[in-house]
């Protein structure tokens, strides 16, 4: 009875000895997830950006790429599927366990005895039952090892197939990467375009204030009446608005880059123009080659591909047996000292009927492989669609800007002839109102084709997946 207490103290102490060192380590990994998370993310843009800085385009970019958020869970959900390789490939090792086991039981036995005797001088026999109940426990505990031997390539086809999964979530991430980029460069150029139009809403009030003093001068001699002083306050205050609405619009264009990078508080700082137009020179030919050679959420899609075969495969294997080895050492008994010795052996597993299980696996596998290559096919079509609707802005854009500056050009000088012909007595407060509103457009207006080229350019990049 000594020995049994001792195995049963010895098993409880390693099952207690187990359960805390597990409570141990979930606790110290819920602490430094505790400790880190939501840290890592903004320090490194944060530290490459300093207050007055002045950032190119590509700077921002690259901070960019480091800093959102975005592009960290999708290095993350990368990282994961490299993960999933590991584990499809644990399968190829052996597999190492110590088990343990306590077995306690009792039986009850009966055995039966007679008894002769006599009564009323007749010779007779009585049976007696008799029962008893004895109790035991079993310890056994040692080392065992499984290897798998051959599975008829099922757990090739597992490795495989998390092999196209990873390069799928690769190319998944590069994909984001590119949204981001897009976003970047679409938030940088709204920036310039912003402080381009804010500079020429600040030049509309410089003239405005300059015809109003005009006006009251005239005014004031007698050679202009009233009301071309009214409409010239008028036109100031459209023109004062105009400022607010677009130093409200720079506020917003700067928060958008800020967010766009992942530093939504980032210090002030400046950026780079490169706003002015340069000829983009690519044919459409070439656009739509790049994009089928480049484009992520395209090699995503063919790899995607490529796992949904090997998961036919995978299923097939259903069909077929596995071969597996075993070995191990145990310890055993029921006191002390326990009983010990090797064991090895092999077995092998043959299918032969799972209520069609494997049929309806390899039916649904054959399913999501002719969906992924339909995906695939379809997504083709995006791009192509994507790059035509690209590279034809991109040509309007171009067009656009030429026409625009011209716009600006005339109107310059006929602001220049109506502010001449005020102050010279002979043009009208109207004349100058109009070629100031029209200055105003036109200024607008080339600014805005300067930032559609620019958009339009980085659209097409993102549609040929060219960072």
């Keep these: 009875m000594g020995g049994k207490k001792r195995v049963k103290t010895f098993c409880v102490c390693s099952v207690c000895l187990l359960f805390l060192i597990c409570l141990v380590a979930v606790s110290s990994a819920s602490l430094i997830w505790a400790q880190t998370d939501g840290r890592q993310l903004q320090e490194p843009g944060l530290k490459r950006i300093k207050p007055g800085s002045v950032l190119t385009l590509d700077k921002c970019v690259d901070i960019a790429l480091s800093t959102n958020p975005q592009t960290a869970a999708a290095r993350n959900t990368f990282l994961a599927s490299q ?9 190829y090792y052996p597999q190492a366990q110590w088990q343990t086991d306590i077995t306690h039981f009792s039986s009850t036995s009966v055995a039966q005895s007679r008894l002769l ?30 290897q ?20 799928a979530s690769r190319q998944s991430m590069e994909n984001v990467d590119l949204q981001v980029i897009l976003s970047v460069k679409t938030s940088y150029y709204g920036v310039l375009q912003a402080q381009r139009s804010l500079k020429a809403e600040e030049v509309v009030v410089n003239q405005a204030n300059q015809h109003l003093k005009q006006a009251q001068g005239f005014f004031q001699i007698g050679t202009a009446p009233k009301i071309d002083v009214t409409n010239a306050e008028v036109t100031l205050s459209n023109a004062q608005l105009g400022l607010i609405q677009a130093k409200n619009a720079l506020q917003i264009a700067w928060q958008n880059l800020d967010n766009a990078m992942g530093i939504p508080d980032a210090p002030e700082y400046e950026i780079e123009d490169n706003l002015a137009y340069k000829p983009y020179l690519i044919t459409f030919e070439k656009a739509i080659q790049n994009a089928y050679t480049y484009r992520p959420d395209l090699k995503s899609a063919v790899a995607a591909e490529r796992s949904e075969e090997q998961s036919v495969r995978l299923a097939k294997t259903g069909y077929y047996p596995a071969l597996s080895g075993t070995a191990g050492y145990t310890w055993s008994g029921d006191s002390l000292p ?3 010795g090797w064991n090895i052996g092999a077995s092998v597993v043959v299918p032969i009927f799972s209520g069609f299980l494997t049929k309806n696996q390899v039916d ?3 399913a999501n492989l002719n969906t992924a290559k339909a995906n695939e096919e379809v997504l083709r079509q995006q791009i192509y669609l994507q ?21 600006l050009r005339q109107a310059q000088e006929n602001l220049d002839l109506a502010n001449g012909r005020y102050a010279a007595g002979v043009g009208s407060n109207i004349e100058v109102t109009d070629a100031l509103t029209t200055f105003s457009t036109a200024q607008t207006t080339y600014i805005n084709a300067l930032y559609s080229h620019k958009l339009a350019e ?3 990049e993102n549609a040929m997946g060219v960072k």
């Design 387 to 407: 790059n035509r609707q690209a590279f034809l802005n991109l040509q309007q854009a171009e067009s656009s800007i030429a026409t625009a500056q011209i716009g």
């Design 83 to 91: 993960s999933r390789i590991a584990e499809a490939q644990s399968s």
């Design 338 to 340: 326990l009983d010990h």
């Design 364 to 366: 649904e596998s054959t």
């Design 458 to 460: 980085s659209n097409l």
């Design 117 to 146: 005797g006599t009564r009323g001088g007749t010779l007779g026999n009585t049976t007696l039952g008799l029962s008893g109940t004895t109790s035991q426990s079993n310890f056994s505990t040692g080392p065992a090892i499984t």
């Design 148 to 167: 798998n031997i051959y599975d008829f390539g099922k757990t090739a086809s597992q490795v495989s197939a998390a092999r196209y999964n990873s390069e």
